[in-house]
């Protein structure tokens, strides 16, 4: 730890261990310590500024209990969209090579990502792509901003599979004719 810094993640030093040059000593207590010691650090690191209402160790004790259930991380909440809007909506990457062959995937999270801690308005529906079905849009739109991120992470990895489906056909050799 170099006057407070640590030198590894260049913040604030808030093990109270010195780092050195090539370990941080908050992330080697962070491998080795118990859920406990987590809680209490991530509650001491953003606990009171996010307004809560209880005692230190009520919120602790939140903390702890969140981190000893299995929280899905946010590339687990997107596979999942993803897988959902493949098997159960049916959009396949052929379709979304055929429907969606004008970045609409793209622009739809984008659409989706505007207005973070917004209501939604109807004429909002009209920035969506304009072949989409405009009921779904709507109902994308009005989820909370946490699902809204999860769905625009699955769209942006729909388009993902789209090029590289086009990349794929592109660079495929060409049959000569008989």
């Not at 590894?8 to 406990?36: A, F, R």
Request: aromatic share 6%; charged share 30%; net charge negative.
């Amino acid at each position: 730890m170099k006057n407070g810094i640590c030198p590894v993640t260049k913040k604030e030093c808030v093990s109270g261990i010195p780092c050195t040059d090539d370990v941080c000593s908050y992330q080697e207590i962070e491998k080795h310590q118990p859920l406990q010691f987590k809680a209490e650090q991530i509650y001491t690191a953003i606990g009171d500024g996010y307004g809560f209402n209880g005692s230190k160790q009520e919120g602790i004790a939140v903390v702890h209990k969140i981190l000893s259930e299995k929280i899905k991380t946010g590339i687990e909440l997107i596979a999942d969209e993803r897988h959902e809007q493949i098997y159960k909506h049916g959009r396949s990457v052929i379709l979304d090579v055929m429907e969606n062959d004008d970045c609409e995937l793209s622009q739809g999270a984008k659409e989706l990502l505007l207005h973070p801690f917004c209501v939604y308005q109807e004429a909002d529906l009209e920035m969506m792509p304009e072949k989409w079905d405009k009921d779904i849009c709507r109902k994308m739109m009005l989820k909370p901003y946490k699902e809204r991120l999860i769905i625009a992470g699955a769209l942006i990895a729909a388009e993902i599979d789209r090029l590289l489906v086009l990349s794929h056909i592109n660079s495929a050799p060409k049959n000569e004719s008989i």
